[in-house]
């Protein structure tokens, strides 16, 4: 039971997380038909500006300014990187997110180098939020939960009720009605290519001191939010929201659970006897890789993804 | 000597597997970030089966094995091949990735198959030469890679003269018309994938002999990205335009990695330039001077090319500098000072940075001025051959 | 050959959400015959199509090509069984040459499936085959020329070529000469009249010279229905017809 709640708590934590990054990259996708590479070099991004800027001028300020940051670095990116190689298609396109992405990693081991940076907590957002019989769940992860929370409540709000967000909403489901309808195609572009960056350095500013910061998070964090585009659906942002929870929560369940294949086998009833390595593999090991069986699944027996409207 | 041979025969890996790499990108039109899947599991397998020969005492070809690594290629992308190739497009990238990343993190999962950490490793000197050739010496090595690549060339390029290669452009030029032809889009990028399987899994056998080490680095996202940066850089509009990326980035990659710590920034820089201003790789660039060249017009465009040179030298060196004083300042390296050429620089002073960020403007600037009287030039040449007779 | 007709159609429907485009189209087609279908903007005419050619799936009612009911097989299932179409947005393949365009083709019906120990230059009966074709589209000067950068009356030439070459027995033309000068569409109307003999000819078309001078029946589509059929000079006096699309539309079609 506690277990359980507490896992159930640290994956809400972590599939909100995932949601702020997949959520500006589905939008991404589904409205331009760029499957951006570097979307994950932003969240790097934010979390190495907020130690930077942290270590200048504290945390709060960091935290305010570093997600602005970094969509400004996605709408120059949009502006003269992207809009460039659309002219050469969409392989350009990936192909230039592609380099970006490499090229983002070498940048900061260029600038921070190689090693993990100390990219903290606060001291007043340390310690401990309640204790569940006699685990303790600390301030910071609440704290995440809320900001992920907020900015996804801004974000529907956004969506739902400014002129802008009608047009991006219709976009999803219709991109090429955007053109016809005479907006202004290219400025939302970037917006909304600036937005999504702005969320994934948000996800970094937070994700960051509560994970690691390192030059290896992007590449650590980048597939798995493909996989989350993907299980989620094309042009969806709710499956998108669905998938990131449930790969968050998955993840720290198999994560926890020590029981190897052949004891999951027993609780169906199946006694395997055998001692192959494949059946003695523990869930613990197979976390890593099991946002790709999902994926891998969901494209046999479901193409669409969970909710996607198009295929 | 050895040092020539053993970058010879990386060259000769690679070249096969940028060759396998191009069946997908350029003939299919399948974008794949995943493909080192194929070259790590024919590596894998080959060294497995030369370890399981010899400690069964069984006769050993060296010179067969590579066939081996191609045929685990071959199956593998038959197994992959089916759900990646449902979609083309984005989804296809997305889901070469997936798998990618999928195999890669199992090699840490299963030990007793990759190895762990440390590989797995083998001998390729069996003591069983046919004629003495017991493959102990580098350029006995050197030859049977060379001679892999030579037969993985015919084939690779007889591949393309075939119905299923033409096919291939077909269905990555318009795949909805291919199956008003009667033709199965899927079917078709399916038989390309579990082909450039087979290629990238020679590939990786001949790699396993050459180190006789295979680590779960052979089946990374590092390589799957490396063997993108070469066909791309070559250009994969053309058949040779791989082999060109595979032998430039291969030669690069130990030149410019022995001059400076920066050399994978550099490679980004320049594979991002290629993307945005020319995307046919340099096999395109050769592809369009040669008809201007044959036309007698290439003297109308050089003028314009050295006026653009002049600005484009010092945007590189102000970048250049601008890295490597980068690179010195950061926390791996102590010394700040260094020579770019003949200029000494410090990164520790205002004025080196300063020198380096006028010189990329300056050069950004006249850069900009100079593109258009390239472009102007050859718009004059594009006119003059259209008029001329075909 | 049988007896049966070459195309039957009925209770064709296809709706998308709530727009229903085609509400029951029943038609039947001779082996032979060259049939027009004309109606106006937005009557259902390149839908109808779709779902012939399984480009769409219908919705409801069935297909049937020479007396074998195909409704739910896919495109190329459809094209193996003797359908063939065109589109009316040029649909090529364009950074092949002109003749591997049609060489690719004719390839499954003559039986080289997915092929990759052949080699197409030594394939004598493709290179011939897609050589007759090229013949008959007339462009033979054009043999190497990548398709996407001919002309657009050669890409529509181009266009039907590829239709044609794999010898289906049934061809769907959708708007043929769409787009064309007069002099070009008269081209283009000889050059159907050569390449469709003794196939049976179902053709979308808005230009009326082009629709009488070539058609053996009409059949007229309004509304996802088919309104009349029935020979040019039945349709020309056809009241109904009057009424419904022609005396509207006839005088500046």
Do not use: C, H
């Given at each position: 039971m506690e277990f359980t709640l507490i896992s159930l708590l640290n994956g809400v934590t972590y599939g909100l997380l995932l949601f702020m990054l997949c959520g500006g990259l589905t939008l991404i996708f589904s409205m331009?038909?760029?499957?951006?590479?570097?979307h994950a070099s932003f969240y790097m991004l934010g979390a190495y500006l907020a130690f930077q800027l942290s270590a200048w001028l504290g945390f709060w300020p960091a935290f305010f300014l570093a997600p602005p940051l970094v969509g400004v670095a996605g709408a120059l990116v949009e502006r003269y990187g992207l809009r460039r190689a659309h002219r050469h298609g969409h392989v350009a396109e990936l192909l230039f997110t592609f380099g970006l992405s490499f090229l983002a990693v070498e940048m900061v081991q260029l600038v921070w180098g190689k090693a993990v940076v100390d990219y903290r907590v606060p001291p007043s957002l340390e310690g401990t939020l309640f204790t569940l019989y006699s685990t303790s769940f600390p301030v910071y992860k609440g704290f995440m939960m809320l900001v992920s929370v907020g900015m996804l409540a801004l974000l529907a709000a956004l969506l739902a009720y400014t002129r802008t967000g009608l047009i991006i909403k219709a976009a999803l489901s219709r991109p090429d009605m955007m053109q016809a309808l005479g907006h202004d195609v290219p400025r939302i572009f970037t917006l909304v290519f600036a937005g999504g960056a702005a969320l994934a350095g948000l996800a970094g500013v937070i994700g960051g001191n509560a994970f690691v910061t390192e030059p290896g998070m992007a590449a650590a964090v980048g597939p798995i939010v493909f996989v989350v585009v993907v299980v989620g659906g094309l042009g969806s942002l709710l499956g998108a929201f669905v998938a990131s929870l449930l790969i968050g929560i998955l993840q720290t369940f198999m994560v926890g659970w020590d029981y190897s294949i052949i004891d999951v086998a027993r609780l169906f009833g199946m006694q395997l006897h055998s001692t192959s390595a494949l059946t003695r593999l523990s869930l613990t090991q197979l976390a890593p890789i099991m946002p790709y069986l999902l994926m891998v699944a969901i494209l046999i027996f479901r193409p669409r993804g969970l909710m996607g409207a198009r295929s | 000597m050895s040092f020539v041979l053993s970058l010879l025969s990386r060259i000769g890996i690679m070249t096969i597997f940028a060759l396998s790499y191009n069946m997908l990108?350029?003939?299919?039109?399948l974008l794949s970030f995943g493909h080192a899947v194929y070259f790590g599991l024919g590596s894998f397998a080959t060294l497995h089966l030369l370890n399981a020969l010899v400690a069964h005492g069984l006769p050993v070809s060296i010179t067969l094995l590579p066939l081996f690594g191609g045929l685990a290629g071959l199956a593998f992308g038959l197994l992959f091949g089916f759900f990646t190739t449902r979609r083309a497009g984005t989804t296809f990238a997305m889901i070469s990735l997936g798998i990618g990343e999928m195999v890669a993190s199992s090699s840490l999962m299963f030990p007793a198959f990759f190895?762990?950490?440390g590989g797995i490793t083998g001998n390729?000197?069996?003591?069983?030469?046919?004629?003495?050739?017991?493959?102990?010496?580098p350029l006995q090595m050197y030859c049977l890679i060379a001679a892999w690549a030579a037969l993985c060339l015919l084939l690779t390029y007889g591949l393309t003269q075939t119905p299923l290669g033409r096919l291939a452009n077909a269905v990555r030029d318009n795949p909805e018309r291919v199956e008003f032809i009667g033709y199965s889009p899927h079917s078709i990028r399916y038989r390309m994938v579990a082909l450039a399987g087979f290629f990238a899994g020679i590939a990786g056998g001949l790699s396993a002999l050459q180190y006789e080490i295979v680590t779960a680095e052979a089946l990374s996202d590092h390589l799957s990205g490396l063997v993108i940066l070469m066909a791309f850089v070559g250009g994969t509009?053309?058949?040779?335009g791989p082999l060109i990326g595979a032998a430039l980035v291969t030669v690069l990659q130990v030149a410019v990695a022995s001059v400076t710590p920066a050399w994978p920034f550099y490679f980004g820089l320049v594979f991002l330039l290629i993307v945005l201003?020319?995307?046919?790789?340099i096999a395109g660039l050769l592809v369009q001077h040669k008809a201007v060249w044959q036309a007698g017009l290439l003297r109308r465009l050089l003028p314009a090319y050295l006026v653009a040179a002049l600005p484009g030298a010092a945007v590189l060196l102000g970048t250049v500098a601008v890295v490597e004083m980068a690179y010195a300042r950061g926390?791996?390296?102590?010394?700040a000072r260094l020579h770019l050429l003949f200029l000494p620089l410090d990164a520790r002073s205002a004025v080196s940075w300063v020198l380096a960020a006028a010189a990329i403007a300056a050069g950004i600037l006249l850069l900009k001025i100079a593109s258009k009287q390239v472009a102007e030039r050859w718009e004059s040449v594009h006119a003059a051959l259209a008029e001329a007779p075909r | 050959m049988s007896a049966a007709p070459a195309l039957r159609l009925s209770g064709l429907c296809k709706s998308f959400g709530n727009a229903v485009?085609?509400?029951?189209v029943e038609l039947t087609i001779a082996k032979g015959e060259r049939h027009a279908i004309i109606g106006p903007n937005g009557a259902g005419k390149s839908t109808l199509f779709d779902v012939i050619s399984a480009r769409l799936p219908a919705s409801s009612g069935s297909v049937a090509l020479n007396g074998e009911d195909?409704?739910?097989?896919?495109p190329l299932a459809i094209h193996r069984r003797g359908l063939s179409r065109s589109f009316q947005i040029t649909n090529i393949f364009?950074?092949?040459?002109v003749f591997d365009n049609l060489r690719c083709s004719v390839l499954w019906s003559l039986g080289?499936?997915?092929?990759?120990?052949?080699r197409l230059a030594r394939l004598r009966d493709a290179r011939e085959r897609a050589g007759e074709v090229l013949e008959q589209i007339g462009l033979q000067r054009r043999r190497?020329?990548?398709?996407?950068?001919?002309?657009y009356a050669e890409q529509r030439a181009l266009e039907i070529g590829i239709t044609i070459a794999g010898g289906a027995s049934v061809l769907l033309l959708d708007?043929?000469?769409?787009?064309?000068s007069r002099s070009e569409s008269d081209e283009a109307v000889a050059l159907i009249r050569k390449v469709t003999a003794g196939k049976t000819l179902v053709m979308v078309e808005h230009d009326m010279s082009v629709v009488f001078g070539l058609a053996d029946r009409i059949s007229v589509l309004v509304y996802g229905q088919i309104l009349a059929t029935g020979t040019p000079a039945e349709i020309r006096a056809s009241a109904v017809v009057q009424e419904a699309y022609l005396g509207k539309s006839f005088t500046h079609a």
């Open positions: 331009m038909g760029i499957l951006n590479f570097a | 990108l350029g003939q299919t039109g190895g762990g950490e390729r000197v069996t003591g069983r030469g046919l004629f003495g050739i017991d493959y102990g010496t509009g053309t058949f040779y201003y020319a995307p046919g790789g926390p791996e390296r102590g010394d | 485009i085609l509400k029951g195909v409704s739910g097989l896919g364009p950074s092949l040459t080289y499936r997915y092929s990759f120990w052949n190497e020329t990548l398709a996407g950068v001919l002309s708007e043929p000469t769409s787009g064309m």
